[in-house]
């Protein structure tokens, strides 16, 4: 079994920063592709940042050089988000796709930005 525990969400004014992290535990045999999908009230669930097991990135549009994604094992990512904004809001998820094994989610994490 693989759990994937996160922390950092909260409530951040506009234009603040916060940091997100997520650890994963448990049977890891290969290391994993990282990331984060977040998902807003009333919409779907859309992919925010990926960190390949070579430390590739890739940024849904709206994250473009305001989030960076990083990790500093195999088993960790950490999304630090910058200059924030109100349509931000929502609950970010961590995932985790390990071969051989299979596709892993966190519990969630609230991020609230205040206009």
């Known amino acids: 079994q693989v759990q994937l525990v996160e922390s950092g969400g909260g409530l951040v004014q506009a234009g603040g920063s916060l940091r997100l992290s997520c650890e994963a535990s448990g049977s890891i045999f290969s290391g994993p592709v990282m990331g984060w999908y977040r998902q807003a009230p009333g919409k779907q669930r859309e992919l925010v940042a990926t960190?390949?097991?070579?430390?590739?990135t890739d940024y849904a549009d709206s994250a473009k050089g305001r989030f960076s994604i990083s990790r500093t094992s195999t088993t960790n990512t950490y999304l630090q988000m910058n200059s924030l904004k109100p349509e931000d809001t929502a609950v970010y998820y961590c995932y985790a796709v390990i071969a051989g094994q299979g596709a892993y989610w966190g519990q969630g994490t609230q991020v609230t930005v205040s206009s």
């Open positions: 960190l390949t097991n070579r430390g590739g």
